[in-house]
């Protein structure tokens, strides 16, 4: 894969409803050393790296695809909170109006 900026309507054409595309994309997308895949920013190209290419990584890769899923499972168990929060909401809401409909 060459580099070499397509113009805009040259992407492929979305099938059916899907989610708008993000607002800005990146000037200089983070592309693999190894396989030369392309990734909107550091942390994921440094987590791409850690799960498909860990044998060759170097001690830096490693020490920025630590950091990237650290990084990554404190966002995950924040959503987990938030998730649950709002299930418990939802819930209790349910009980409430329950108690008092009837
Ligand atoms: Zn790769």
Redesign the pocket.
């Known amino acids: 894969m060459s580099g070499g900026r397509a113009s805009a309507g040259d992407t492929a054409a979305p099938t059916g409803e899907r989610a708008a595309p993000p607002p800005k994309p990146p000037e200089e997308p983070a592309v693999?050393g190894?396989?030369g895949?392309r990734f909107a920013d550091d942390r994921l190209l440094a987590l791409?790296?850690g799960r498909?290419?860990r044998e060759a990584l170097t001690d830096a890769e490693v020490e920025a695809y630590r950091e990237a899923r650290t990084e990554e499972r404190d966002d995950v168990r924040l959503f987990r909170v938030k998730a649950l929060g709002l299930l418990l909401l939802i819930y209790f809401g349910f009980i409430y109006v329950y108690a008092f409909v009837l």
């Open positions: 693999c190894h396989c895949d791409h790296r498909a290419h």
